[in-house]
């Protein structure tokens, strides 16, 4: 078996890491989406940002596989198409640009976009009154670019979506649609780039135990707390992460 940097981390490394991306899962099953924001920082912490994407985004491939087939029938093209071509545009500009900055700069970057995210996520209500069919444009190119290069996108588009003001269904649809093309034109980009190795793949795969684990718990959680509004302790562990990995 091809060794992974993962691997070469001390134990305690280890624990700790799979605790917090226990906690990322915990996170996805619970709000449905973010987990990348916890996992791509932790993982940075402790291999290279470019590895700790290519990683993070490979964990996206089952949930991805998981909820497509039942959703895509829902989907609406005319909302979905203008991102997606907008996609095949930026998501391999992000990913170059992944491969083109040394790894200290790198991380500032991830750890920057996480608390950009977080303050999308936190204003998304008075954000969302801003996006219009034209935006739309915008907000996916500015996705695809963030997704190619730190794994993290879908709280921007996720708020354009939702900012369309179409039916539940609909919306998830999109949204699920949306980050399938992603991780799509991702593993297209870090394919060509070189950047999916057999290193990258056993990673994720050993990734997958801890964060799957915290996605079924979530979903429990979820299940018995929805009523507790858990989003500011989810959004402070996210920026108390992100500025630890920002000031290693």
Same mark, same amino acid.
């Given at each position: 078996?091809?060794d992974?940097? &993962?691997?070469n981390?001390p134990?305690?490394?280890?624990?700790?890491?799979?605790?917090?991306?226990?906690l990322a899962?915990i996170?996805r099953? #619970?709000n449905g989406?973010?987990?990348?924001?916890?996992?791509?920082?932790?993982?940075?912490?402790? %291999?290279?940002?470019?590895?700790?994407?290519?990683?993070?985004?490979? /964990?996206e491939?089952?949930?991805?596989?998981?909820l497509?087939?039942?959703?895509?029938?829902?989907?609406n093209a005319?909302?979905?198409?203008?991102?997606?071509?907008?996609?095949?545009? #930026?998501?391999?500009?992000?990913a170059f640009?992944?491969?083109? @900055?040394?790894?200290?700069?790198?991380?500032?970057?991830?750890?920057?976009?996480?608390?950009?995210?977080?303050?999308?996520?936190?204003?998304?209500?008075? %954000? =969302?009154?801003?996006?219009?069919?034209k935006t739309?444009v915008?907000?996916?190119?500015?996705?695809?670019?963030?997704?190619? &290069?730190?794994?993290?996108?879908?709280?921007?588009?996720?708020?354009?979506i939702?900012?369309?003001?179409?039916d539940?269904?609909?919306?998830?649809?999109? @949204?699920?649609?949306?980050?399938?093309?992603?991780?799509?034109?991702? &593993?297209?980009?870090?394919?060509?780039?070189?950047l999916?190795?057999?290193?990258? %793949? %056993?990673?994720?795969?050993?990734v997958?135990?801890? &964060?799957?684990?915290?996605? #079924?718990?979530?979903?429990?959680?979820?299940?018995?707390?929805?009523?507790?509004?858990?989003r500011?302790? #989810?959004?402070?562990?996210? =920026?108390? /992460?992100?500025?630890?990995?920002?000031?290693?």
């Open positions: 078996m091809p992974t940097p &993962l691997m981390a134990t305690c490394v280890l624990l700790l890491l799979g605790l917090f991306l226990f899962g996170l099953g #619970f989406f973010g987990s990348s924001l916890l996992s791509v920082p932790v993982l940075s912490f402790v %291999i290279d940002p470019a590895q700790a994407v290519v990683i993070a985004t490979l /964990t491939i089952p949930v991805v596989l998981l497509l087939p039942s959703v895509i029938r829902h989907a005319a909302t979905t198409m203008p991102m997606v071509l907008t996609f095949v545009i #930026f998501v391999p500009i992000g640009a992944l491969t083109s @900055i040394d790894p200290t700069p790198m991380k500032i970057a991830l750890c920057l976009f996480v608390l950009i995210m977080l303050g999308i996520l936190a204003k998304q209500d008075h %954000i =969302a009154t801003f996006f219009n069919r739309l915008a907000a996916g190119a500015f996705a695809g670019f963030s997704q190619g &290069l730190t794994a993290i996108a879908s709280p921007i588009f996720a708020t354009a939702i900012a369309r003001g179409e539940i269904q609909t919306t998830r649809a999109n @949204i699920i649609a949306l980050a399938a093309a992603l991780i799509a034109l991702s &593993l297209i980009s870090f394919g060509s780039l070189g999916l190795t057999s290193q990258a %793949i %056993i990673a994720a795969v050993l997958l135990i801890p &964060l799957s684990l915290g996605v #079924f718990c979530g979903q429990n959680l979820f299940k018995r707390a929805s009523h507790f509004n858990l500011p302790l #989810f959004m402070g562990l996210v =920026a108390l /992460t992100a500025l630890s990995t920002l000031s290693q």
